[in-house]
């Protein structure tokens, strides 16, 4: 059991000081055990144990990019910092290692109980204390038994989310009975903002009934219904949950969603946790015909799926063979171009260079695996092959073509598996041919052959939809049918009678399921994922390490609930439920509001690009999502990131794609109003920022040079939600900085809502990475035009419609 492990970053971060203010290293060192350093303890720890030095080492600490977060009557040292320095001190003779722990609990009696103790357990921690670390948990767990008041049992759960993240081995998966409670404790007094996902695989058993009736009375109790869809085209088995209509069967939450759930497959020897909203689909790595829920207070719940008849229970989605893309050097951007466009279509893949693709690599991956290979065809690809073999056959193995150029395929045989066209790949958002190509891809992916034609005969049988379900089949045969129709096509066999073999689902909930016992298994994500996850959690995280945080994500494929697109195809956003009722408005006023959903994030890239791929800029949705608007050609967002906001769409954008997102869903979702903007950003109490009163440097993309906020100036947009520490009251983020956000209504006449031509001015909040602090307050009200798009202009959406 060991304090958390310095990241690289925070090892070059040290070195870096140690070359540049080698005369501060010594005073970090002795401060290294504090959880928090107050002037105080500065002063003193220099005067002890290095007398003589100079005053001036205790300002260059304090402002030195050692410390992760700073506020004027206490700084915070990268916790990785604090971790290698202490490891130094416990090394060293001098000053002796006990002498300076004595002195830091001296010096922090006057710190509340719940935080000397997070300061012991870190120690411990440290010395390998386990004794000691299963004692300070269970003085927690008392603490908690013992509190009569709600709101401070509340505390005492946020504090167990932060202190148990803090200490690797005493948190999720946890060996220790108390960490496993403390988790389980705070998971179900929090939902999914206390995470049960990392480094965890069990599923939880009931809370013991002292601890249970601790919980905090849940003000908004959720219900779940969840059902399982076999997905033809990824060949996948998918988890459907969605928020319960009165009287519809449903799994009982302990808290508001989004919620933790675990989820396991039949035959897999552990499950996953996974954070599920009110309109969330998983895609399960196993194939099965049950599939076992728990919630986060142990209530067990089992799922029964139908399939297909020529699907295997227990095998793994096809999906999971390995996908390269190979190519010349010479063609290597268009290749990146492709794979970037690929990625955005949810089908993520490796490149890999031609001229250093030998045969056995290419029949299998790193551990062995059989890959994928798709194969770059251009002319320069031909002309490499002709020299090389002296023909333009590629040599094996055997592998789809991408052909690129209008240029001859080689002959028949190795190397022409299959031929995919793509001759449109400068703007395959615009090409009919892209969507085709995208088809034949899946279908080769999945090993699919070309669906049967229609039996005319069985068709609806015993339904007066016969005739409709037939055409509708055909409809879905047609590789040219665009996804949005697929949609309402699949919706509309659901109504009527689905005729296809195998596609029915029959679902039933038991609510005192068996539990099965769970071994450990390794993550279904990679380890790397949840290490920048929990990098992004600790507020001693700066600003330029969570901006390339999340790029790496939108690399390797950005997990997080709300940033990308789900099994349709479809931006999959993350709604946070924001009470009704009154809220303090602009200048003191008091105004109401109903109950209304917000989207945790912006809107991504990879969200509006699902937009213009589904045809959303073409003149078939011009009298549908344009009506009453100024339509254009759509602008490149400035950075292609897949998870960051998208930005340079202007206001008469925002609000078609709103009018096309609610047409896929089912339910209306539009763009704030400037009411609903500023209740969210403000809470009830109108603050002046999501997370309180005054600015706090480091919680938000934004400007602070040349102001006395802070130091960072990012110059550029970051992925959405990698400032968790600036979250709202309800849980929304990004509503300061990052890029400004369209309301609906018109600046000069609040209220007015409808859309029309008339360029009036309309309303952005939120400020952006451009702007300095003063433009992020929650009642800042700003203007522009609603034809104009620019680089630090994006939005978000809201919901009051019944979300089904």
């Known amino acids: 059991m060991s304090w958390l492990q310095p990241t690289p970053f925070e090892q070059d971060l040290v070195s870096d000081v140690r070359r540049r203010w080698p005369e501060i290293v010594p005073l970090a060192r002795l401060l290294s055990l504090a959880t928090r350093i107050e002037p105080l303890l500065l002063r003193n720890a220099r005067l002890q144990f290095i007398p003589g030095s100079a005053t001036e080492i205790e300002s260059q600490l304090w402002f030195s990019p050692l410390i992760g977060a700073r506020s004027s009557g206490e700084v915070i040292l990268h916790a990785g910092v604090a971790r290698l320095l202490a490891d130094e001190l416990r090394a060293a003779d001098q000053p002796p290692f006990d002498q300076v722990s004595d002195f830091t609990r001296r010096h922090s009696r006057h710190w509340s109980p719940e935080d000397r103790l997070e300061q012991d357990l870190r120690l411990a921690a440290l010395l390998d204390d386990q004794p000691a670390i299963e004692q300070g948990l269970q003085d927690m767990l008392k603490r908690i038994h013992d509190e009569t008041d709600e709101e401070q049992r509340i505390r005492l759960a946020r504090w167990s989310r932060r202190s148990l993240a803090s200490v690797a081995g005493a948190g999720a998966g946890s060996s220790l009975a108390e960490a496993s409670l403390l988790t389980q404790y705070a998971s179900c007094s929090l939902g999914a903002s206390s995470s049960l996902a990392a480094g965890n695989t069990a599923a939880p058993a009931t809370l013991p009934g002292w601890l249970n ?79 076992l829920l728990t919630t986060s207070d142990g209530r067990r719940y089992e799922l029964r799926a139908e399939l297909p008849t020529e699907v295997v229970p227990g095998a793994p989605p096809s999906t999971t063979t390995p996908l390269y893309l190979s190519h010349l050097a010479a063609d290597r951007e268009q290749a990146s171009r492709i794979a970037d466009w690929l990625a955005r279509q949810g089908i993520r893949l490796q490149l890999i260079e031609e001229e250093s693709l030998s045969t056995a690599a290419a029949a299998e991956g790193d551990q062995g695996e059989p890959i994928r290979l798709l194969r770059l065809w251009t002319r320069a690809a031909q002309a490499y092959w002709a020299e090389t073999t002296g023909s333009d056959a590629l040599p094996g193995p055997r592998a789809a073509l991408l052909r690129t150029e209008a240029l001859a395929a080689p002959p028949p045989g190795q190397g022409a598996e299959r031929l995919l066209d793509l001759l449109d790949w400068q703007q395959p958002e615009k090409s009919e041919e892209a969507r085709n190509f995208l088809g034949q891809l899946r279908a080769w992916l999945a090993d699919e052959q070309p669906p049967p034609e229609p039996d005319a005969d069985k068709l609806g049988e015993g339904s007066e939809g016969g005739g409709e379900a037939e055409a509708l089949l055909a409809e879905l045969a047609d590789p040219k049918t665009p996804p949005p129709r697929r949609l309402a096509i699949g919706d509309r066999l659901a109504e009527i009678g689905d005729p296809r073999r195998g596609v029915g689902v029959r679902e039933f909930v038991l609510a005192d399921a068996a539990p099965r016992p769970a071994e450990p298994a390794a993550e279904t994500r990679p380890p790397e994922v949840h290490q920048l996850l929990d990098e992004l959690e600790r507020i001693e995280t700066l600003p330029p390490r969570r901006l390339a945080i999340g790029d790496r994500l939108a690399e390797i494929g950005d997990p997080r609930a709300g940033v990308g697109l789900d099994v349709r195809g479809l931006p999959a956003l993350d709604w946070v439920e924001i009470p009704g009722g009154e809220f303090i408005y602009q200048n003191g006023e008091k105004r109401r509001l109903p109950t209304f959903r917000m989207a945790r994030y912006p809107i991504t890239n990879a969200q509006y690009q699902a937009f213009i791929d589904a045809g959303g800029y073409t003149d078939k949705g011009a009298s549908t999502w344009w009506r009453d608007l100024k339509r254009s050609e759509p602008a490149q967002s400035s950075w292609p990131q897949a998870n960051r906001p998208r930005t340079d769409v202007d206001w008469y954008e925002a609000v078609a794609f709103s009018r096309w997102l609610s047409a896929q869903l089912g339910y209306e979702v539009r763009l704030p109003s400037e009411e609903e903007w500023e209740r969210a950003v403000r809470g009830r109490d109108g603050r002046e920022y999501p997370w309180g009163k005054d600015y706090r440097t480091g919680y938000a993309n934004i400007d602070e040079k040349g102001t006395q906020a802070g130091e960072w100036d990012l110059e550029q947009t970051t992925a959405v939600g990698v400032y968790p520490q600036g979250a709202s009251s309800e849980g929304v983020l990004d509503l300061a900085g990052n890029v400004w956000e369209w309301c609906l209504d018109k600046y000069d006449r609040p209220g007015e809502v409808k859309a029309d031509t008339s360029d009036d001015r309309r309303v952005a909040r939120g400020g952006a990475w451009y702007y300095n602090p003063g433009y992020a307050r929650g009642s800042r009200r700003f203007r522009y035009l609603p034809d104009v798009r620019n680089l630090d202009r994006g939005f978000r959406l809201v919901s009051s419609a019944p979300i089904a």
């Open 213 to 291: 009736g601790k919980l905090p009375e849940p003000f908004r109790p959720a219900r779940l219904a969840v059902s399982l869809h076999w997905d033809a085209d990824s060949r996948r088995l998918v988890l459907h949950c969605r928020a319960a209509s009165a009287g519809e069967p449903a799994i009982e939450l302990p808290t508001p969603l989004p919620v933790n759930l675990h989820v396991q497959c039949e035959g897999a020897p552990s499950g996953t946790w996974h954070v599920v909203g009110a309109d969330t689909r998983v895609a399960l790595p196993l194939i099965a015909e049950r599939v």
